[in-house]
């Protein structure tokens, strides 16, 4: 999926992505490695926007990965989060304004401003921490409508998003996974 090029600088970014503590960020995993000095600082952060590589690809592979160690036998057992990415700027434009799930309640409605992604995860039991984990393999962008009406598209909202995510895990995990408005099972 990566040249050999630039596979070296993605290692780096794996690990100190996996070592960084908080936010995790491509400078806060190279400064976690040590490279804050590196004279090739700025070409890690064209990594993600430059390089010729297929985060469907990625995500795809992780998610064989995170099946080999996890679930080798047994249902698939997916689960879906969105999330508001509070950013500004004149480039950020596929921004919206939706309801913040963590400041809201019943009767008090809060707005945040931002770009809403979706995450699909893998749901799986870690035998030594004795709980379920929520995997994270794909994430998708979810434009605002007004982004969307103003580039003449047709808008798709968080359910069609979830659909299709879904379908393209069906695709990739064969017929034996059927998806239903509770999640997704296995077929047999």
Not at 43 to 48: A, D, G, R
Not at 64 to 90: C, E, H, K, Q
Not at 93 to 116: E, N, Q, T, Y
Request: hydrophobic share 45%.
């Amino acid at each position: 999926m990566f040249s050999a090029r630039v596979w070296p600088q993605v290692q780096l970014l794996v690990v100190g992505a996996l070592l960084s503590p908080g936010k995790r960020t491509v400078t806060a995993a190279l400064r976690v490695l040590g490279l804050a000095d590196d004279p090739r600082f700025g070409t890690f952060h064209h990594l993600m926007s430059r390089a010729r590589w297929s985060s469907l690809q990625v995500s795809r592979v992780l998610l064989n990965l995170l099946l080999t160690a996890f679930v080798p036998s047994g249902p698939l057992i997916l689960g879906l989060d969105d999330t508001t990415l509070r950013r500004t700027g004149l480039k950020i434009s596929a921004r919206g304004i939706c309801r913040d799930p963590v400041r809201s309640s019943h009767g008090h409605f809060v707005k945040a401003s931002g770009l809403r992604w979706l995450s699909l995860m893998l749901l799986t039991p870690i035998p030594w921490v004795h709980r379920v984990w929520a995997c994270p393999f794909l994430t998708a962008l979810v434009p605002s409508q007004r982004y969307n009406e103003q580039r003449g598209r047709r808008h798709k909202t968080l359910t069609d998003w979830a659909r299709q995510m879904l379908r393209v895990v069906q695709r990739w995990c064969g017929a034996a996974v059927v998806w239903c408005s509770g999640g997704v099972q296995d077929g047999s």
